[in-house]
């Protein structure tokens, strides 16, 4: 999703340095996120499961479906967010059909990535070993 038009001038955006866990799977999801600047892993244990830079939006998933974070989001460099709680991503989902799609394509791409990903390892699962 093209971040840039709706984030860049986000009145308070987060600084968070490389390194620094912006949310943890089992914590409760208040906010989503907007790439400003920087790069972010999304982490299932010690899997990437996407990394994600400017432009891109995470996290939406525990505004939409209430539940808690079920990765790690991790700042992987010195990043800059847009913080969005769920107040603003409803009003911006109600108001905007374009930010509407962009965050169905974000959760569409993500889900397409983790459906090859799956089919990759039961391919490579079934294949017999070589020797």
């Not at 479906?65 to 079920?70: A, C, E, G, Y």
């Not at 010195?78 to 409803?90: G, K, S």
């Amino acid at each position: 999703m093209a971040a840039e038009s709706l984030f860049m001038n986000a009145s308070d955006p987060v600084d968070v340095p490389a390194g620094q866990v912006i949310y943890a799977d089992g914590d409760d999801g208040t906010h989503m996120y907007g790439i400003i600047e920087g790069t972010v892993a999304l982490t299932k244990g010690n899997i990437v499961i996407a990394e994600l830079g400017p432009d891109d939006v995470f996290g939406e998933r525990a505004l939409i479906d209430h539940l808690p974070r079920n990765v790690n989001a991790v700042a992987t460099t010195d990043t800059r967010l847009a913080e969005i709680d769920r107040r603003l991503f409803l009003f911006l989902v109600h108001e905007s059909p374009t930010f509407a799609l962009g965050i169905m394509g974000a959760l569409a791409s993500r889900l397409r990535a983790y459906d090859d990903k799956v089919a990759a390892d039961a391919e490579s699962a079934q294949s017999p070993a070589e020797t």
